[in-house]
């Protein structure tokens, strides 16, 4: 049962509500003002699409090896084990011997699946 003191009024969000609208404003604000003062010099080079400085050459559509993407997948499955580690190293003392061993099996998982992949040669580029 909710008291006077822990209830929760609509008027309790207000501030919330004006800062969102206060930043919600300011971006309007900047982008119709740049929008407004800024330059509008149009040239043949300045319109021209390019990245890095390095004109892009051939079609964007040409298509791309899975290796690629196998590759780029890989690498979020083993950089996420960060996340896990991360909090056991911070409680490693607290978690005792349960917690360590726990580890151990989450590392020896992962490394089964890491050598799976080197097996199958998925990060081989030939």
Same mark, same amino acid.
């Given at each position: 049962m909710e008291t &006077?003191?822990?209830?929760?009024?609509?008027?309790?969000?207000?501030?919330? /509500? %004006?800062?969102?609208?206060? &930043?919600?404003?300011?971006?309007?604000?900047?982008?119709?003002?740049?929008? /407004? %003062?800024?330059?509008?010099r149009h040239s043949k080079v300045k319109d021209a699409a390019w990245e890095c400085g390095v004109e892009s050459v051939g079609n964007a559509r040409t298509p791309v090896s899975y290796k690629y993407f196998m590759t780029a997948i890989l690498f979020v499955l083993f950089d996420v084990e960060v996340i896990f580690l991360y909090p056991w190293a911070v409680n490693f003392r607290g978690l005792g011997m349960e917690g360590f061993i726990q580890m151990i099996v989450f590392m020896a998982m992962l490394m089964l699946g890491f050598f799976y992949v080197i097996k199958k040669g998925i990060l081989k580029w030939e």
């Open positions: &006077a003191a822990t209830a929760q009024l609509p008027s309790d969000y207000l501030p919330i /509500l %004006i800062q969102f609208a206060a &930043a919600l404003g300011f971006v309007v604000f900047a982008i119709v003002v740049t929008h /407004l %003062i800024g330059p509008k």
